[in-house]
């Protein structure tokens, strides 16, 4: 018996999309990495959606993958906040952030996935591999033992653009 249903999804598989790999790396500026060996080929490494600065903030290298203005702001954003996820005195104790600010964390990171994958799921396929975080249990035992730090409900970041 033939199913031409079948068929067709058969031979639409053999056209797959490149993959992307979506998470934050401390101080890699970008979140998109390439994801199999023909991205990679095509793309590099590193992340392959971030540009790279001189001293004075001047771009050097441009983005591999370009993404669109609210895009790029709100993964600057994020990437800002995850910089400040690690425990500031010693990085494998307890991150300070809140459960509130671990949500709000969560949903634009959410919300970024699902506009990167609405830009770019045409060419690719974006696979999320960013851990969504939630307060540390050990926190407050660890604030108790260190009362000169708070837990945080919110990160600032220095200057608005």
Known sequence: MDFPAVRILCKSSHMTNSTLRFFFAYGAGGCLWAGDTTTREKLGV??????????????????????????????????????????????????????????????????????????LGARYDILDQQPRYSEDPRLAAYLLLHPDLSPVNTVTPPFDR
Request: charged content about 25%.
């Open 46 to 119: 590193g992340p392959v959606d971030a540009s790279f600065r001189d001293l004075q903030g001047r771009e050097i290298v441009g983005p591999k993958l370009l993404i669109s203005v609210p895009a790029r702001d709100l993964r600057d954003q994020i990437d800002f906040e995850h910089s400040a996820y690690l425990n500031p005195l010693y990085q494998p104790d307890p991150s300070l952030w809140t459960q509130a600010l671990c949500e709000c964390f969560n949903a634009k990171v959410d919300t970024l996935i699902a506009l990167l994958r609405h830009e």
